[in-house]
Structures are given as C-alpha cells and as structure tokens.
C-alpha cells in the first residue's frame, strides 16, 4: 500500500524559512513525477512546485526564487525548502505523486498534508 506522508510544517515568522519533508513508503514503481500543492484557509488547493522522474523541476510563477523542489530517490523522500516566508504563504502543504503503470493505467496518490503558519 503506498502511503505519502508529510512533516515539517510548523509556526514561523514572516522572512523565515522551512523545509518539508514527505516520504513514500510502500513499492512505488514508475513514478512519473511529484508534486506539492498548498491549500489556505478558504480557497482553493493550488500548485506549488513539481519534479519528473529526470529531475525538471517547475513552479508557480508566483514562486519562482523562494521555493525549492528536490528529492532524496535513496530515501524515497520529496523535499520542498521555502525561504522568505510571506504573509500569504499559510496552509496545509500537500504532497502527491503521479504513478504511470502502462499508457492506460495510471495512479495518483496524496498524503494528508503538514500546516504551515507564518506569523506577522
């Protein structure tokens, strides 16, 4: 059974920076890419950050400089280290990975999310 699970987040002031961890445990074969989304308070869960199997990484524009994607394929960990916090920056981070079985069989699986609150 393929669990996802997330770690990391925590209480911290505007400027700082964290680093999330999330870690697959169970056979995962044919992991396609990985992805972390954030979902504040109230709206709705948007992308963060995503790397493929070969290690391209993309993020969300609004991103780009302060977040950064990585993986430890040793350790079956997804990593996301996020620096200069902002205000707007709160939610539950998301992990979830993209399994490709066939060209007709695919699999998503999420984890349950670790809080990150900025304070002011």
């Known amino acids: 059974q393929v669990q996802l699970a997330e770690s990391g987040g925590a209480l911290v002031q505007v400027g700082g920076s964290l680093r999330l961890t999330c870690v697959v445990s169970?056979?995962?074969?044919?992991?396609?890419?990985m992805t972390w989304y954030r979902e504040a308070s109230g709206k709705q869960r948007e992308f963060v950050a995503k790397?493929?199997?070969?290690?391209?990484?993309t993020y969300a524009d609004s991103l780009k400089g302060r977040f950064t994607i990585s993986r430890d394929d040793a350790k079956n960990t997804l990593y996301l280290q996020m620096e200069k916090l902002k205000s707007e920056d709160p939610g539950v981070y998301y992990c979830?990975?993209?399994?490709?079985?066939?060209?007709?069989?695919?699999?998503?699986?999420w984890g349950q999310g670790t809080q990150v609150t900025v304070s002011t």
């Open positions: 169970g056979s995962v074969p044919g992991i396609e890419f």
């Open positions: 979830s990975l993209k399994q490709v079985i066939s060209m007709d069989e695919g699999y998503g699986y």
């Open positions: 790397i493929t199997k070969t290690g391209v990484t």
